[in-house]
């Protein structure tokens, strides 16, 4: 049974660090994109950040842009999310899920294998 599951989540400080990941497993993740989304309360999902497998393709909301990095280690079957220089409106539950390219990573439409996500609270 194909599964994702998200873990680093935690409580930080404005201007810190996190390192979130995505592990996989019933299911060889070198041959997908992955997928990282996010949601808070009231708010819709936002597309994150997305790698892409074979093509090299990778994916930054503007939002992020110079501040996440996103990253795989296939020999792990797992996906990483470096965030740095965290803001309170980075809060939010985070998400993998895969799919087969990063097209669709700016919405989440036909990404599928959602986890439950991991919590990231930005505040001082």
């Known amino acids: 049974q194909a599964q994702l599951a998200e873990s680093g989540g935690g409580l930080v400080q404005p201007g810190d660090s996190l390192t979130l990941s995505c592990a996989a497993s019933?299911?060889?993740?070198?041959?997908?994109?992955i997928g990282w989304f996010r949601q808070a309360p009231g708010k819709e999902r936002e597309g994150v950040s997305c790698?892409?497998?074979?093509?090299?393709?990778?994916f930054y909301a503007d939002s992020v842009k110079g501040r996440f990095t996103v990253s795989r280690d296939n020999a792990k079957n797992t996906v990483y999310l470096q965030m740095n220089n965290l803001k309170p409106e980075d809060t939010a539950r985070y998400y993998c899920a895969v799919d087969w390219g990063c097209t669709y990573a700016p919405t989440g439409e036909n990404f599928r294998w959602w986890g439950q996500g991991t919590q990231v609270t930005v505040s001082s």
């Open positions: 790698i892409g497998s074979s093509d090299g393709s990778i």
């Open positions: 019933g299911f060889t993740s070198d041959y997908y994109a």
